[in-house]
């Protein structure tokens, strides 16, 4: 597993980007993902679309489109033109460097309702298209304009992969408005960001952005699966997946060095089912999350309204699961592998309305 940050020896070099992503994959193959004890299976496995985190092996990705384009100019067009159902696709290690753009004018790739935006990440070795931004104030990426957007085969890589604790920690020393007054004088960054319905990502690689690598701001039966999402990890923010007033699916992703990988507010109407995902091994806090009223400060203790958390594999010695209040129909923990975790924290913390029943602990070897 990679000890030290990508990011240490230069910022956003797709070229330190693909040692990162060899070294993931190395760990999700040296390492087991999933237990069984007496015929019961805790922890994450494979399906049939393709290997955890996607890449090469991965069985739905696109080989061409509607439009194919190569440069910022050819891609704007496309997404101009584009119609549900049409693809444009960006091919082989493509590069594409968003920043100018989004710095002065503001830029935002926005994707029309039922349009896919691909790649052909894993194919003959192939990392995938990238789209770059190293613009610290790159408030979206990537939006989608209606409903069934899927975004596939890419890599999206924002500007910000760093911690900032020193920041975050002077933040803290002001009292009420005054602490986000300061923190946000800092400028925050999202990935792909909706609040429509039915958004598919898959087989993409998202990295480093302050904020969120993908942001449900609204909207159901989202789908998040067989990718790599890690280094979102902005000390107070830092998501892997983000949830408003959403609902999802997530599955089958490698996440890693991220602040929560998995995280929601905890509004009513909020949720997801997290299913065969595997921490690798790093994270700023605690790992998948949901907020609850006393966060929101609007004087209830909701956290949410549906949350069932599912046969992941936790590597990194953090609090696996932090539910912040009471769901308001449940939220079920279950047939998890919890292989490593401080011996000072407890690996799930939850109030009443989550059940937390039939996880393994421990590492091969010694698990109880």
């Known amino acids: 597993m990679l000890q030290t940050p990508w990011f240490v020896a230069k910022l956003l070099i797709p070229t330190c980007l693909s040692v990162w992503l060899a070294s993931s994959a190395r760990a999700a193959a040296d390492e087991p993902t999933f237990i069984e004890r ?21 069985r739905e990705i696109v080989a061409g489109g509607d439009f194919e384009v190569a440069t910022l100019d050819e891609l704007l067009a496309a997404l101009a033109q584009a119609q549900a159902g049409q693809t444009v696709f960006l091919p082989g290690e493509t590069e594409i460097d968003l920043t100018a753009r989004i710095y002065v004018d503001k830029l935002v790739l926005e994707i029309p309702s039922g349009v896919t935006l691909g790649g052909n990440r894993g194919v003959d070795g192939s990392r995938g298209a990238i789209l770059v931004s190293d613009a610290l104030d790159t408030p979206v990426m990537i939006r989608a304009l209606g409903p069934d957007v899927r975004i596939t085969g ?5 500007p910000c992969p760093k ?4 920041h975050h920690r002077r933040a803290m020393e002001f009292e009420g408005p005054e602490y986000r007054r300061y923190y946000y ?36 039966g989202h789908h998040v699966h067989h990718s790599s999402i890690h280094h ?5 923010l830092g998501y892997g997946v983000c949830h408003n007033v959403a609902t999802s699916t997530i599955e089958r992703n490698l996440f890693n ?22 921490e690798l091994g790093e994270s700023l806090s605690h790992c998948f999350d949901m907020h609850g009223g006393r966060d929101r400060r609007d004087g209830t203790n909701v956290a949410g309204t549906s949350i069932e958390i599912r046969n992941n594999t936790f590597r990194a010695p953090a609090i696996a699961v932090k539910i912040r209040g009471v769901p308001e129909d449940r ?38």
């Open 38 to 58: 007496s015929g019961v299976v805790y922890g994450a496995q494979a399906d049939e679309r393709g290997p955890l985190g996607g890449g090469e092996g991965y």
């Open 154 to 158: 890419l890599r999206l890589q924002g």
């Open 163 to 166: 911690r900032y604790l020193d």
């Open 185 to 220: 004088k800092f400028p925050t960054s999202n990935g792909i960001v909706t609040e429509h319905d039915r958004l598919e990502v898959d087989n993409c690689d998202v990295s480093a952005f302050a904020h969120a690598g993908v942001d449900l701001r609204r909207g159901t």
């Open 232 to 236: 979102c990890q902005y000390q107070g």
């Open 257 to 278: 060095w991220n602040r929560h990988s998995i995280a929601g507010t905890g509004r009513p109407g909020s949720g997801y089912v997290a299913a065969h995902n595997v």
């Open 331 to 368: 939220c079920h923990v279950h047939h998890n592998w919890i292989a490593r975790h401080l011996d000072n924290q407890p690996p799930v913390v939850a109030e009443t309305g989550t059940t937390v029943e039939q996880n393994a602990y421990g590492e091969p070897g010694e698990v109880r």
